[in-house]
């Protein structure tokens, strides 16, 4: 069984993904995914990123926000987990990017 993605302020196992960015894709071309679609933009990313960034921001029901980034550069993977901001307004929060 696949592990299950666990809020990391509050361990509640309801985690919805709405947002995904991955730069650059191309040159400086980054591209943004969300519940609106998907967005691609000119960036600067290419000048303080090497390689590539794909960061995924998650939300679990308890409103607690962050983003877990996974760089590659020469063979070498690093991940990093950030808080984002707290939602104490659920009508305010981001939604989930897919529904099934």
Not at 12 to 19: F, G, L, R, S
Not at 20 to 33: I, W
Not at 54 to 71: K, V, Y
Request: glycine share 8%.
């Amino acid at each position: 069984m696949p592990a299950t993605v666990m809020c990391p302020v509050c361990g509640h196992e309801y985690v919805h993904p709405v947002a995904l960015k991955a730069e650059p894709v191309s040159g400086d071309t980054v591209v943004y995914v969300n519940r609106n679609g998907i967005r691609t933009f000119v960036s600067r990313a290419a000048e303080t990123v090497r390689g590539i960034q794909i960061t995924t921001t998650f939300l679990c029901e308890e409103g607690h926000q962050w983003d877990e980034e996974r760089a590659f550069h020469k063979g070498i993977t690093s991940q990093t987990i950030s808080r984002g901001p707290d939602w104490e307004d659920h009508e305010l929060m981001p939604t989930t990017i897919w529904r099934n």
